[in-house]
C-alpha cells in the first residue's frame, strides 16, 4: 500500500504561481512512477503530468507544456507540480497517483490521494 496527502492547493489569480506537492508513505516510493490529474467541476479527470520512478521522463498534457513542471524528491517521498502562469480555466481539484508506469492513463495508477483544490480567478 501507499498512501498519498496532497498539499498546496489555494486560491490564486491569473498569471500567477502555486506548487503542489504529494507525500507518499508506505511501500517503497522510489519504486513509482508518478502522476498528477485533476478534475474541474461537472468534467473527467484528466491527465496534467508525470514522471518516471528515477525521475529522469516527464510528461504533460498539451495544456501544461510550457507552464507546469513535475518533479520528485525520492528522498523526501515527495512529488512535485510547479504551475506557473496559471488561467481560470486551471481550476481544479488536482490529485496525485502512483502507478508502475508514467503515463497517461489513470487506469494504469494503482495508488491516488484524495485531492486538493487550485482555484484560479480572472
Known amino acids: 500500500q501507499v498512501q498519498l496527502v496532497e498539499s498546496g492547493g489555494g486560491l490564486v489569480q491569473a498569471g500567477g504561481s502555486l506548487r503542489l506537492s504529494c507525500a507518499a508513505s508506505?511501500?517503497?516510493?522510489?519504486?513509482?512512477?508518478m502522476g498528477w490529474f485533476r478534475q474541474a467541476p461537472g468534467k473527467e479527470r484528466e491527465f496534467v503530468a508525470a514522471?518516471?520512478?528515477?525521475?529522469?521522463?516527464?510528461y504533460y498534457a498539451d495544456s501544461a507544456k510550457g507552464r507546469f513542471t513535475i518533479s520528485r524528491d525520492n528522498a523526501k517521498n515527495t512529488v512535485y507540480l510547479q504551475m506557473n502562469s496559471l488561467k481560470p480555466e486551471d481550476t481544479a481539484v488536482y490529485y496525485c497517483?502512483?502507478?508502475?508506469?508514467?503515463?497517461?492513463?489513470?487506469?494504469?495508477?494503482?495508488?491516488w490521494g484524495q485531492g486538493t483544490q487550485v482555484t484560479v480567478s480572472s
Open positions: 508506505g511501500r517503497a516510493f522510489k519504486n513509482y512512477s
Open positions: 497517483a502512483a502507478g508502475s508506469l508514467a503515463t497517461m492513463i489513470i487506469e494504469e495508477y494503482d495508488y
Open positions: 514522471i518516471s520512478w528515477r525521475g529522469g521522463n516527464t
